[in-house]
């Protein structure tokens, strides 16, 4: 279980757009003995006070005003990516403790900054970055350190969440910094469709990384289509991680579509509504006595001790861990936060991961311990996706980390962000009176 601070840190929820809504707004009754919301930030106006009146706190519209009222020490910034440099900046030099809602921020010199001010001014940043804490990640951590399947040493991964996201949870599983990145792109034109109101696609970019580690791990980290768009994959798409000894593999994922029908020989066998999921993971592992035998029967380095990994839940539903039964016994990953199942979007598994994060935020904040993943590793999965960029400018050369100066990639990000909002996006001030449509 989570150790408990001696008093929860006064939060406020900065952003009442659809992720606050559907996520966020879910959590904070069951994080009450680390976490007492405060105040709900959004410029506009019926969004704050609807959610606001929600969580029975008050509802700010200028987050300058929610600092001159003091009416909180700490904040979690859920607003568009853009935004997320000058809020980070403004709470770090205003004495209040922030985190950022992934992806942290756009460029490399902006996370460096970021990183800068929180040191100088003495407080908590970081990233509400959840993915390494997903259920199967937290079980391959587990899988590593019980030795099962030998050292870990590859990691193949195929339409997850390839980018930032994922940086972090390779970062996490290696417990180490990389030590150089290579990186290729490809773009190709679809058929238009829009993914939401808001986002509208004629084109999708596939990308491509290899990460290399100086442990000899090695990252191969691939997607077209994150989100199943066009039926690329399901989600979460397909991983293995490869031991000496054997494979941790996941497969399958949810179809998105707000409805879908299988065919199957010209006749419709299968049709629903919603969300189906045919997530599968399994541990196949090469156990035989004699390495160097071979015979009809027995085929040395093919898998012939095959375990299926399951998450689990409490007698109340609420997700409690995952775990596989393997000769002798069983590998088991407990979760340390239970909570309770409730939420139109709170899957179960899922929010426990975003509340686990401000947890690790308050309990840093009190002194109790160190963040899991502070603002050190933020900042490193940022070198890494602006390794990933430089590498794609020179045709896929190898880049080595970490990253010293300025960039060649980060120069034109900024460019392309001060074109697309019509300002500098560095300047702090205006940042924050810019009112983001959802892109």
Known sequence: MLPVPDRPVRLALIGAGHRSQTIYRYLFDDLKPWIELTAVVDPVREHADLLAQTLGVKAFYDVRDLVQAGACE??????????????SVYLSRCGIHNMIETTWCSTLEQARLMVKEAKDQGVVTGVCENFYRYPIDRFAQTLRDSGYIGDIKRIF?????????????????????????????????????????????DHETFRSRFIHFPSGLMVIDQAANIK?????????????????????????GRYQAPDYRVYDNNRRVEAGKGVHSDWTAEIRRCDYPDTLAFSD?????????????????????????????????????????????????????????????????????????????????????????AAARESILKNGAWIDLPLIGPLKSDALALDALSAQLGQDSMDVEKMLSFQHDKP
């Open 297 to 385: 029967e027995v085929h040395p380095g093919q898998a012939n001790v095959i375990s299926k990994v399951e998450r689990f839940y409490d007698e109340n539903g609420a997700y409690a861990g995952v775990r596989a039964c393997i000769p002798g016994g069983e590998i088991v990953y407990h979760n340390p936060l239970v909570m309770k199942n409730s939420g139109p979007h709170y899957f179960r598994e899922y929010g426990v991961c975003v509340a686990a994060h401000l947890a690790d935020f308050a309990l840093c904040i009190r002194g109790v311990k160190q963040q899991e993943f502070g603002e050190d590793k933020a900042l490193m999965s940022m070198m890494m996706e």
């Open 228 to 252: 199943g768009m066009l039926g690329r994959q399901a989600r979460p798409g397909f991983t293995e991680w490869h031991g000496t000894m054997g494979t941790l593999a996941q497969s399958g």
């Open 157 to 201: 991964c195929y339409n997850d969440h390839t980018g930032y996201h994922s940086d972090s949870r390779w970062l996490v599983f290696a417990d180490e910094i990389p030590d150089s990145i290579s990186a290729m792109e490809h773009d190709m034109p679809t058929m238009p469709f829009y993914e939401s109101p808001q986002r509208f696609h």
């Open 74 to 87: 700490a904040a979690v910034a859920v607003v568009p990516i853009p935004l997320h440099y000058a809020y």
